[in-house]
């Protein structure tokens, strides 16, 4: 079977250009992500990746677990970078997808920059966020994509602050700003959409974006073996949701049946662990906004009644059980 005909998770190949033998954590889910996704997209990819946990631990000079190319340079420009591959490739007649793999910190912050020069540009390149929710690589220091109230070491807790005390960034809307040519967000737990949406990028041509929420077992302080769990929860709550961008158009490819409390999500984390009722409240407000935003009526949310003022979370004892 060929890459091409790949739909289902029981029509995935074996053959494997990203190999183990990689320093991973385990349960680490930018591996799983990256595992699957060059399965998918198969021999002819060239593969760009700029600081991050990825190029740590998939590349210590001379050996690398991708069985393509793979180049690396600086942390901030994987979109210039990626571009200037596949001009040099069009240069010299070669075809293939060229692919960017950059983290949450690469993407939202320090390479936002150079992401929206290629997808305004409408470069003819793939982009994929491994979204592990903090600078990781270095010792988990907050992004614009950590969500609010989450410990890392730049937004630690005590007397003073309880984690950070922004809500996540909405990158899926600044990429979508720029009209481009597909962008989807995906899930490690949802692995025929997930599929899909790999395939659909890899087939297209024009700036194409993918935006995976990859679990970090240190950095989110989780057990290694629940990592496809936690990123399941994330869609069920709402902290994470599955949908897709193309032709001017945003659609739903998931809704879950009903919205789950947040807290399901948060307690088998510890960097939630000591949120208190006022900061669990206002984490599921946002996201029953969200949940509007993006599902309007359709789905339930026995979870929003706190948003519409029927009710108030309260907790007593552990505060991440009991909603
Ligand atoms: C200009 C620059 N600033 C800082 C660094 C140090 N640095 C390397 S990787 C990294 C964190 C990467 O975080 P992220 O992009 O979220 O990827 P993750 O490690 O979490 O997968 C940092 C701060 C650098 N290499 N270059
Ligand atoms: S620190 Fe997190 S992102 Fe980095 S290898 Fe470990 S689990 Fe993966």
Redesign the pocket.
């Known amino acids: 079977m060929t890459a091409d005909e790949i739909s289902t998770i029981k029509e995935m190949p074996n053959n494997d250009y990203f190999v183990s033998g990689h320093g991973?954590?385990p349960?680490?889910?930018?591996?799983i992500a990256v595992n699957n996704i060059m399965r998918i997209l198969g021999s002819d990819t060239t593969v760009y990746v700029p600081a991050s946990?990825l190029i740590v631990?998939s590349a210590l000079y001379p050996t690398s677990a991708f069985r393509t190319p793979l180049l690396f340079t600086a942390f901030e420009n994987t979109g210039a970078v990626i571009t200037g591959i596949k001009a040099a490739q069009r240069r010299r007649g070669i075809e293939g997808t060229v692919v960017g793999i950059a983290g949450d910190g690469g993407t939202f912050d320090i390479g936002l920059q150079a992401l929206s020069g290629a997808a305004e540009r409408q470069e003819d390149v793939l982009y994929i966020c491994v979204d592990?929710e903090a600078y990781?690589?270095t010792g988990i220091q907050r992004s614009g994509s950590t969500p609010f109230g989450a410990w890392t070491t730049t937004t630690p807790v005590g007397k003073v602050t309880q984690g950070k005390r922004q809500m996540k960034k909405d990158v899926m809307d600044l990429v979508i700003a720029h009209d481009p040519e597909y962008a989807a967000t995906l899930s490690i737990a949802h692995y025929n959409d997930f599929i899909r949406k790999v395939e659909k990028a890899k087939h297209k041509s024009g700036f194409r974006f993918l935006h995976v929420l990859t679990p970090?077992?240190?950095?989110w302080r989780t057990e290694a073996s629940k990592s496809v769990e936690i990123a399941k929860l994330a869609v069920e709550t709402g902290m994470w949701t599955l949908f897709e961008y193309e032709e001017g158009e945003a659609r739903s490819t998931y809704k879950p049946h009903t919205m789950r409390p947040v807290t399901e999500y948060l307690h088998m984390q510890g960097r939630f662990r000591h949120m208190d009722n006022d900061d669990l409240n206002t984490l599921q407000r946002w996201l029953c906004a969200k949940w509007y935003y993006h599902y309007g009526h359709d789905v339930e949310q026995p979870a929003c009644a706190i948003y519409n003022g029927e009710k108030e979370l309260h907790f007593d004892g552990d505060p991440l059980h009991g909603v």
Not at 27 to 31: M, S
Not at 216 to 219: E, L, Q, R
């Open positions: 991973a954590c349960g680490c889910g930018v591996a946990c631990f592990n990781m690589n970090c077992v240190p950095g």
